[in-house]
Structure formats: structure tokens, C-alpha cells
């Protein structure tokens, strides 16, 4: 490697809550990512599943950092990196979710571009949905109209013009600096993070990668998207077993995002004005979701009651 400054040891922060079979795979994925030893901290918000103290039996490589509660993602990547001491003892580390599968030399590859990009505070992969599709993971920040304007029409809409730009879906794939990275796959160069304190605690679920890559950006440092490493996410291990509630989460998120980047008194009125649109969004999907899963409930009742 040339002089991104990297050591041979590399760590791996993935934050487990029940992960199943997913982590398996993001483990044993690691070997064709990189060469070099790779430790893999999981920092666990309560898994009851019984998955990660397997993969501590199975891979030698493993540590566990039980964090005692559901911190949420952001906050558990911060205290891994705390307890490990992750942004004094490092050049770089990965932060991804255990739904991950890594390509071949995918790790090696962003490392690579980490000593082409040496103001890159962030870099991330290519990342394909288990479809084979390829999802829009490098973006613009959301501005007022992009972001706001996605957020609430966008799942009713999905084709709408600021959703295609926010995403920029119809950007070929090419190595250049974005507004954020999604956070399923970064390697973060550790003098950044700890610039920015990581991740801000207060987002629970959702954004809190939008607003990491924002902090980034306003302190000097670069966010980079490097489609040549390729990696596979399963998406929604976690996030997909309640819809409903993490839409609202969602909705909380995105307006913590915007009413910080527009704090002044004189804001207020639009403030309001996405609060507003939001909560009868939120409140709107919710109601439809939750009668969508009644019905589902009532079919399978009258075809199990068919089959007597």
C-alpha cells in the first residue's frame, strides 16, 4: 500500500441486533476483501438470536462489545470505536452493517483510493441490491426543496424529479467526491472522524449517515465514492421487521437533519411547515401500513380455516 498510512491490522465496527444468518456471511465474506489481518468488533444492541456469540465460537477474528441496550446504530458505532480506541490507534477503519457481503479485494480497493483522495474523510463502495440492481448510495446533501421534497412525496412518487436528482440515479458510476456515503459500507480515515466527534447520538435510526457526511464536508474533509469496490447488501435485517414504526423514525430523523441546517428564528415558519408535512405523511403511511398487515392477518385466517 502506498502512504494512506495504513497498518496491517484493520478494524471492522458492524453493529448486530439479532443479525440471523446475515452475519455469517459478512464475516466470512471478509477474507476475499482484503489481505491484510482484519479484526471485526461487533457491537451488539441486544441480539437474541443467538448470532453473535456463534460467530465469536466460529472466527477467531471476532470480538464482542455488548453496548447494554438499543443504542441505535451511530451510537454504537461510537462506543466501539471509544473502547477500542479506534481514532488514536489507527489510520483507518470500516464501519458496515452485518447484512454486508463483501466483493473480492473490495477493502483493498477503497484503501487504494484512500491514498489517491488524502483529504477523503469517508469512502464508499458500489453497493447492489440482492436484485443485482445498484443502489444510489452516493448523493447529494438534501436541500430544502431536493431532500424535503423526497422525503415526503417520494415514496407516493417514486419517480418524481427531486427524488432522481437527490439520488442521482442517472449518474454513471465514477470515482468522485459526494455530499454523503451511505452508511452500510464506509472506510473512515480516523483523524476525521474524531474531527467531527463520529456520529451525532442524537439520530437513533436513520440520517444519521446524511448528517456525518454533512460534518465532514463543512470541516475540510471529503466524502468519496469509489464504484470500482463492490459489495452486496441485503438491506432491512433489522429496519424491515417494522415498517410502520420506522417510517415515523425515519420522519424524526429528517427533520432533525433540516431544522439544524436552518436554526434561525426567522426559519421558524418552514420549520414548521416540514414538521407539518411530514407527521401527516408519517401518519398517513403508517395507518395504510397497519391495515395492510390486518388484511394479510384475515387472509391467512380464511385460507388456514379453507384447508379443514
Known sequence: MGDAGVSDELFVVTVTYSPGPHLDRFLASLAHATDRPVTVIMADNGSTDGAPE?????FPNVKLLRTGANLGYGS?????????GLTSGTDFFIVA????????????????????????GALGPLIQDPDGSVYPSARHLPSI????????????WPSNPWTAVYRQERTDPSERT?????????????????????????YFMY??????????GR???????????????????????????????????TYTFLADRHPKWWQAPLRWTFRGALGARS???????????????KSRRAQAKGRR
Open 219 to 253: 470541516a475540510g474533509w471529503r466524502n468519496v465514492y469509489v464504484p470500482s469496490a463492490e459489495v452486496l447488501h441485503a438491506k432491512g435485517h433489522s429496519t424491515g421487521r417494522d415498517p410502520a414504526r420506522n417510517l415515523a423514525a425515519h420522519h424524526v430523523s
Open 76 to 84: 454504537a458505532v461510537n462506543r466501539a470505536v471509544t473502547e477500542y
Open 207 to 216: 440520517m444519521e449517515d446524511v448528517d456525518l457526511g454533512d460534518r465532514l
Open 283 to 297: 401518519t398517513l403511511v403508517v395507518r395504510s401500513s397497519l391495515k395492510s398487515r390486518r388484511g394479510s392477518r
Open 178 to 202: 459526494v455530499g454523503w456515503l451511505s452508511g452500510s459500507c464506509l472506510l473512515m480515515r480516523a483523524e476525521a472522524f474524531s474531527a467531527v466527534t463520529g456520529f451525532d447520538e442524537r
Open 145 to 156: 426543496i431536493r431532500g424535503g421534497m423526497h422525503a415526503v412525496v417520494g415514496p407516493v
Open 54 to 58: 456463534e460467530a465469536l465460537e466460529r
Open 97 to 120: 452493517n452485518p447484512d454486508v457481503q463483501w466483493g473480492p479485494r473490495s477493502i483493498d480497493l477503497l484503501l487504494e483510493a484512500a491514498d489517491r483522495w488524502p483529504r477523503a
